[in-house]
C-alpha cells in the first residue's frame, strides 16, 4: 500500500484521531474492500546523478543497490555507523539517476547525511520535493480503477514503476510494496495533480482522510518511522528484513547488522497485539509474569458496524520468546500477542 512507514519522530503516541465514525467507517471500507484515494505530500524526492550514483548509494543504505534493475526499486534503512536507524527509504532505479522517496519529515536528516559521505564521488543531489507531487491508490479495486482511468499498470509488480503518457502529461505510476492490499503510487507535477485526482475520483475512487489511512497502516502492521521504528531500534528487531541484503558489500553500520545476524537473534520482535479488555494507554509498558516485556508504540480502535462494539490493535515490541497467541498486560488491559497483519481486520465481513 502506499501508506508508507516514515513520519516525523514524535515522543508522543496517539490513537487514531477522533473523526464521524460514520465516514471513518466509509472510507476504511473503502481501503479494505474498494479503492481509497489520498493525498501524499507529505513525501520527499531526491534525484542522485553522477557516475559514482550507484556505488556510493549502495555503500550508504542496508538494502542491495548495485543489482537494482532500470524501473525497479527497493525499501532501505539508513543507518549510522554504530547501526542506529536515521531514516527508511525507497530507491528507485530511473537509469540516468536514480530517485530516493521518503517522508518530508526525514528530508533533512538524510540529506545532511547524504551531504557529509560526498567527498571525492561524482555525485550530484537534487530535492525534487517541489518539482513532484503524488497521490496514492490503495483497495482490491485499485487496479481496475486505474485501467479506466486509462492506465495499463497490468504488469508491475512491487516495488516497480512505469513512466506514462496521460493525457499530454507525463506520471510515474509505481507498484506499492504491500503484501496485505493492491497499491500504487501515481507521482505528476503539482499543475497536474487535480485534473489526476478528479480522473481517478469519476473512475470510483473515494477519497480517504489521514484518520482512515493510519487505522489502514494499523491493519496491515506497517511501521512507522518515528513512531514503530526508532533510532534506538535494531533493523532486525523492526521485522523489516526486506530493508536489508547479506550479501551487497559494505554499507555504514554493516558490521552491526551482521554481528546480529551471525548471533542468530534479537531479543526483541515487532509484532501486532489484540487488544482485550479497556484500552491501553498509547506507549505504554507491556508486563508479563511480573517483569517489562515489551511496549506499546501504535495504537488504533476500528470502527464497527451498528450494534458492534469497536476493537482495538495495537503495534509494538515483545520479547521473542513471547510466542504468537500469548497474553500480556497493561495496567487493566489485556494483549493477545499477534501476527501481522491483522487479517480479521482486513476481511470485509
Known amino acids: 500500500m502506499s501508506v508508507h512507514n516514515s513520519t516525523g519522530a514524535s515522543e508522543q503516541i496517539e490513537a487514531t484521531p477522533r473523526v464521524d465514525s460514520g465516514t471513518l467507517l466509509g472510507e476504511f471500507e473503502a481501503l479494505r474492500s474498494g479503492c481509497g484515494l489520498f493525498d501524499l505530500s507529505s513525501r520527499a524526492r531526491i534525484a ?17 543497490i548495485r543489482d537494482l534493475q532500470v524501473g525497479h526499486g527497493v525499501y532501505a534503512f539508513l543507518l549510522n555507523p554504530q547501526g542506529h536507524i536515521l531514516g527508511d527509504l525507497y530507491a528507485y532505479n530511473r537509469g540516468e539517476s536514480l530517485l530516493v522517496d521518503t517522508d518530508h519529515s526525514q528530508l533533512q536528516r538524510i540529506l545532511a547525511t547524504f551531504d557529509h559521505y560526498i567527498i571525492m564521488d561524482d555525485v550530484e543531489v537534487a530535492n525534487l520535493s517541489g518539482e513532484i507531487t503524488g497521490i496514492g491508490i490503495t483497495g482490491p479495486t485499485a487496479g481496475a480503477i486505474l485501467r479506466a482511468s486509462g492506465f495499463d499498470v497490468s504488469d ?40 489526476l485526482r478528479e480522473a481517478l475520483v469519476r473512475a470510483g475512487a473515494r477519497p480517504v482522510g489521514a ?60 509484532t ?68 501481522l497483519p491483522f487479517g480479521d481486520i482486513l476481511v470485509n465481513r
Open 211 to 270: 484518520a482512515a489511512l493510519e487505522l489502514f497502516r494499523v491493519a496491515c502492521g506497517i511501521p512507522r518511522y518515528g513512531q514503530d521504528i526508532r533510532e534506538r531500534d535494531l533493523p532486525q528487531e523492526t521485522g523489516q528484513q526486506r530493508a536489508l541484503h547479506f550479501s551487497k558489500g559494505c554499507y555504514i553500520g554493516q558490521e552491526i547488522v551482521e554481528r546480529i545476524r551471525s548471533r542468530g537473534s534479537v531479543h526483541r520482535k515487532f
Open 156 to 195: 508491475l509488480q512491487a516495488p516497480q514503476f512505469a513512466d506514462l503518457a496521460w493525457k499530454n502529461i507525463g506520471i510515474t505510476v509505481v507498484r506499492s510494496h504491500n503484501q496485505s492490499v493492491e497499491s500504487y503510487e501515481l507521482w505528476v507535477a503539482p499543475a497536474n495533480l487535480d485534473l
Open 48 to 64: 542522485l546523478s553522477g557516475s559514482d550514483r550507484v556505488r556510493w548509494l549502495n555503500g550508504m543504505v542496508t538494502n542491495n
Open 272 to 339: 501486532g497485539f489484540a487488544v482485550q479488555g479497556p484500552a491501553p494507554v498509547a506507549g505504554a509498558k507491556l508486563q508479563a509474569d511480573g517483569r517489562d516485556v515489551g511496549e506499546i508504540t501504535s495504537l488504533a480502535s476500528f470502527p464497527a458496524k451498528s450494534g458492534q462494539a469497536p476493537s482495538w490493535r495495537a503495534l509494538g515490541y515483545v520479547r521473542r520468546e513471547i510466542a504468537a497467541g500469548k497474553t500480556v498486560t497493561s495496567g487493566e488491559s489485556q494483549l493477545i500477542v499477534t501476527d
